[in-house]
């Protein structure tokens, strides 16, 4: 069953066991709330009479939105105003429509695994031959790490001029 209630100016279809965001309204988390304006109500195709119709919710937490930047601007006359803004939420957890609560969520259970899968069973099997490319394509090893100790600069005869006054070229001179 299904129902679209409003509530904070908005209009939200709900469901029993649906969770949703609305604007604050008064309580803490754990309390239970009537929200009483039901616009419409159904189930499937059909639509329900919403007379004396309310929506019980449970109010899981009060929040804050995102943080908006309002930032105001006036060419030329040297005006800026930057504020910033959270909106306040509630998260409300529908718990029935009218009489109908809502249904808890059964948990899946694990499938056993199959008995004829095991490694005995597995190594009997006949393996046959797969190409490369059907398995995952390997990894390149890592780049080694460059040494702690600096390279020296390569030295090549006849690269520097004359007018530089470094020790290599004053030591050539001198031999």
């Not at 695994?113 to 398995?135: F, H, I, S």
Request: hydrophobic share 35%; glycine share 8%; net charge positive.
């Amino acid at each position: 069953m299904f129902a679209v209630v409003r509530t904070g100016g908005k209009q939200y279809r709900v469901a029993a066991g649906d969770k949703i965001v609305v604007e604050k309204l008064a309580g803490e988390a754990g309390q239970t709330i009537q929200l009483g304006d039901v616009l419409l109500a159904g189930e499937g195709s059909e639509l329900r009479s919403t007379d004396g119709l309310t929506v019980s919710a449970e109010i899981i937490a009060q929040a804050k939105g995102e943080k908006v930047i309002v930032f105001k601007k006036r060419r030329r006359h040297n005006y800026r105003r930057k504020n910033g803004h959270r909106q306040q939420h509630t998260i409300l957890r529908i718990t029935a429509i009218g009489d109908q609560p809502a249904e808890k969520p059964k948990k899946a259970a694990k499938a056993p695994k199959p008995a004829d899968e095991t490694p005995v069973a597995a190594a009997e099997q006949p393996q046959a031959d797969t190409a490369p490319a059907a398995e995952a394509p390997a990894k390149k090893p890592r780049a080694k790490k460059a040494d702690a100790k600096p390279q020296a600069p390569l030295k090549v005869e006849g690269a520097e001029s004359e007018m530089t006054d470094s020790p290599v070229s004053a030591k050539n001179d001198s031999e």
